[in-house]
T-cell receptor
Framework: AQSVAQPEDQVNVAEGNPLTVKCTYS??????LFWYVQYPNRGLQFLLK??????LVKGSYGFEAEFNKSQTSFHLKKPSALVSDSALYFC?????????????FGAGTTVTVRA | NAGVTQTPKFQVLKTGQSMTLQCAQD?????MSWYRQDPGMGLRLIHY???????DQGEVPNGYNVSRSTTEDFPLRLLSAAPSQTSVYFC???????????????FGPGTRLTVL
């Protein structure tokens, strides 16, 4: 079975400071990993993904994430947070060994960036 | 392109009523899916489809039916609404399933459903 954990319900940072949103996963084989962002009263928007190759993945809006197989983590990072980054962030995983096409999401982390 | 559209935006039902949530996309995406979003639980997959005529169950399929007669449309039917189905429902689509190329999912704006 595949699953994702986002250990922090909320992350609060000051504008200009680094932002990290944590994600750990559990799969039988190797993972496909994704980050999505949801702004208030909107649907989710794709940020970035890890399929294979370079462990450091760069995505939209200056975000990046690092795949760490030994720690089964895929933390989302941004060097300098903006107030406009305040939103709900979701990590998602699909196990490569499965023949179905199900994507499992974490519970989400609310990010608040204060001016 | 209109992207992914969902109707209605809001709906209130009484227990036992049935209804269909509509989802359409104009991007010629093969993969479509339905999720429900509940506080503290993230998104849970209800049903998905990898192409017209092909559907499969997700994590929480009970009480819901889907069909995919065309590439564009993927309606979700609630057979007999229950208060436990009060949630926000999102439809999503992508060219390919998760893990393949061009698999970034595009989400609709959501339908907020309340079952009394």
């Amino acid at each position: 079975a595949q699953s994702v954990a986002q250990p922090e319900d909320q992350v609060n940072v000051a504008e200009g400071n680094p932002l990290t949103v944590k994600c750990t996963y559990s799969v039988s084989g190797n993972p496909y990993l994704f980050w999505y962002v949801q702004y208030p009263n909107r649907g989710l928007q794709f940020l970035l993904k890890y399929i294979t190759g370079d462990n450091l993945v760069k995505g939209s809006y200056g975000f990046e994430a690092e795949f760490n197989k030994s720690q089964t983590s895929f933390h989302l990072k941004k060097p300098s947070a903006l107030v406009s980054d305040s939103a709900l962030y979701f990590c998602a995983v699909r196990d490569k060994v499965t023949n179905d096409y199900k994507l499992s999401f974490g519970a989400g982390t609310t990010v608040t960036v204060r001016a | 392109n209109a992207g992914v559209t969902q109707t209605p935006k809001f709906q209130v039902l009484k227990t036992g009523q049935s209804m269909t949530l509509q989802c359409a996309q104009d991007m010629n995406h093969e993969y479509m899916s339905w999720y429900r979003q509940d506080p503290g639980m993230g998104l849970r997959l209800i049903h998905y489809s990898v192409g017209a005529g092909i559907t499969d169950q997700g994590e929480v399929p009970n009480g819901y039916n889907v069909s995919r007669s065309t590439t564009e449309d993927f309606p979700l039917r609630l057979l007999s609404a229950a208060p436990s189905q009060t949630s926000v429902y999102f439809c999503a689509s992508s060219f390919s399933p998760p893990g393949q190329l061009r698999n970034e999912q595009f989400f609709g704006p959501g339908t907020r459903l309340t079952v009394l």
